[in-house]
């Protein structure tokens, strides 16, 4: 039996090892995307991270869940050119976006819009207390939207209203014509909604709408791959059809049981994200069906 014990202790922590080693490898990869010329999508464990390389520096558009992938960002970026990253932006407050901006430099330009910051404040708080992490807190700070020029690149920050937080950020690369949609746009998944941070499916159409006529030709979305005009406008569809469906079940006085059995969205073809287990069908119908409960009751 001992000896059993014994073969089974080392099998077990021989697998402990394995997946150890299998989890540090898969935070230290970072895959790389041409876009365009000058832009480059980089994916890995958490939402996706746009590129700009500028002539006068590179920026950076949100950093994954772990310091240890921004590491692997800016190694990734080193071998694409040897210029600095000079500004790193985030699209919004969650840690699969933001948890990677401790690993670059002190004193690198960090723009978020200011409700970002708040949310980073509010319910992330015990991440960012640490010294080396606090001094890698968005820094520039704006509400609606602001142009930043790069060398020659412009890059347009918008705050589009309401949506998957309060404090959405859409990045356009106006000479490239690519958008960094942040988590506007979940393409093929079920998406995050946060309501606790001022996110609204209700609204959240209606922030689509703010910025999808804009100049470009190609989405980086948040979560899923590159994506054109149409496959966000029918990501746009789907958070219609989630909300008209879900608030006209309230409206009739219908429980979340209704809605969870007759609420529609199987058209769309959305999956769940594997590291993020808790996205699913039933999920965004409950997130809804809250939100226009808490509706409701505000109008009696």
Known sequence: MRRVLARLGIGLAAAAVAVGGWAWWLLGHVAVQPVTKDVYLLTGVGGNVAVLVTGAGVVVVDSMTFARQGEAIQARIRELTDQPVVAVLNTHYHRDHTHGNPAFPSGTRVVATAKTLEYLHEFDADYWRDPAAAALLPNETFDYARDFHVGAKTIRAIHPGRAHTGGDLVVLFVEDRVVLSGDLFFNGYWPNIDLEAGGSVREWPDAIQRVIDLPYDTVIPGHGPLADREAWRRFQGF?????????????????????????????FGLRGLWFVPKLSREFVIRRAYEEATAGAAATR
């Open 239 to 267: 958070m219609t059809t989630l909300w008209t469906q879900t608030s006209d079940v309230v409206r009739r006085g219908g429980s979340l049981d209704d809605a969870l059995r007759t609420v529609d969205l199987d058209r």
